[in-house]
């Protein structure tokens, strides 16, 4: 086993979220240690939207070339039960791009930025007196700072972790060809599972569908995409042909955590995750992974103790109330009889359901810390 020297930044985690991380860490002058143990870039059921704040992030790390292939998204639908409608505008636009798309994009930046050194193996953590040791199979790697983008079931800053939940959540993705033009992205609430609809470039739609409770043992994803579109049938109109098989995982329970503390730094999932239902996954995937990537590098140039706590409060600031918003969603959907006096309420009030859009949109990534 070969002892490296020692670096300024470790993160572990390729996805969304430490890529960003690498990056920002990198074009800040530190030298960069990035674990993943994945060969290629991967996919998983994901919405395939990044709100607003994501694609803030993706052009503060010069990917806007990225952004010009997506299709742009202005506005959600909500379609409720009875077949009642709520439109929210975003107030700037979000993104539509294939997650492995997104990757690909990520990973080809980290290995043209010349500070990052790409290592294909996992690596457990330990905190020294200063800083952390990343073990591998093949080698140790000392690192002033870290950054765990490890995802909910993650454990590269366990210290940082509370225990793991179960899963209560499952979620399945499929796409299809479109029958007919999506405007936006719509989402259909109500019966025992949500449905997501995200147009994609070149005519094609990602379908989503989100439950509770794990599906029967040995019912075939395809089976409970069929249950799901036969509960929802409006959502089901638009979809053409299927392209490939569709894909069911467990989603581990989102659980608060401390997002920083000496020289560590959670992004991502890893900071807690917020339920699917909001569909920002991936949008604060980008934004924390690029914060906290800035905030290791002020802690290599500054010390720690002004810039874990504003990563904290970044982070907290973009959770609290996503949260909550999740949360009510998840109400509506299992009490579809008040479903319609909030869309009445949203109608009347029409400066709430701006703040509510301003709220899931997420914040300017050029403000974190």
């Not at 107030?91 to 990052?116: C, D, F, H, S, T």
């Not at 955590?257 to 991502?268: D, I, K, Q, T």
């Amino acid at each position: 086993m070969s002892v490296a020297r020692e670096l300024d930044v470790a993160v572990v985690g390729a996805g969304p979220a430490g890529a960003a991380a690498a990056l920002a860490a990198a074009r800040a002058g530190c030298s960069v240690v990035l674990f993943e143990a994945r060969r290629e870039p991967g996919d998983k059921p994901c919405g395939e939207g990044i709100l607003p704040g994501g694609v803030d992030a993706l052009r503060a790390l010069g990917l806007d070339e990225l952004v010009a292939r997506g299709e742009p998204l202005e506005r959600i639908r909500y379609v409720l039960a009875g077949g009642h409608e709520l439109d929210v505008s975003l107030p700037r636009a979000g993104l539509a791009l294939e997650r492995p798309e997104l990757e690909r994009a990520l990973y080809a930046a980290v290995a043209a930025e010349p500070g990052i050194e790409l290592v294909r193996e996992h690596a457990a953590a330990e905190r020294r007196a200063q800083g952390f040791e990343l073990c591998t199979p093949t080698r140790v790697v000392g690192a002033r700072t870290l950054v765990a983008a490890d995802g909910l079931g993650g454990g590269a800053a366990a210290w940082l972790c509370h225990p793991r939940l179960p899963a209560r959540r499952h979620g399945l993705r499929a796409r299809a060809r479109s029958a007919r033009p999506l405007e936006r992205v719509e989402v259909h609430l109500g019966g025992g599972s949500e449905v997501y609809l995200t147009p994609l470039p070149g005519g094609r739609v990602n379908v989503a569908v989100l439950r509770d409770g794990a599906p029967p043992r040995g019912r075939p994803a395809r089976t409970l995409l069929a249950e799901a579109l036969a509960e929802h049938p409006r959502a089901a109109e638009p979809l053409g042909e299927w392209l490939g098989e569709p894909e069911l995982r467990a989603l581990p329970r989102p659980r608060a955590r401390a997002p920083a503390r000496a020289g560590a730094f959670l992004a991502g999932d890893a900071a807690g995750g917020i339920d699917p239902v909001l569909g920002c996954g991936v949008a604060l995937a980008l934004s924390s992974g690029l914060a906290a990537g800035r905030a290791a590098a002020s802690v290599v140039s500054a010390g720690s103790g002004a810039p874990e706590r504003e990563f904290a409060r970044l982070v907290r600031r973009e959770t609290a109330v996503r949260r909550r918003v999740a949360a009510g969603l998840l109400f509506l959907a299992a009490h579809p009889r008040l479903q319609l006096g909030f869309a009445r309420t949203l109608g009347a009030w029409p400066a709430l359901a701006r703040a509510l859009a301003a709220a899931v949109a997420g914040g300017s990534a050029r403000a974190g810390p």
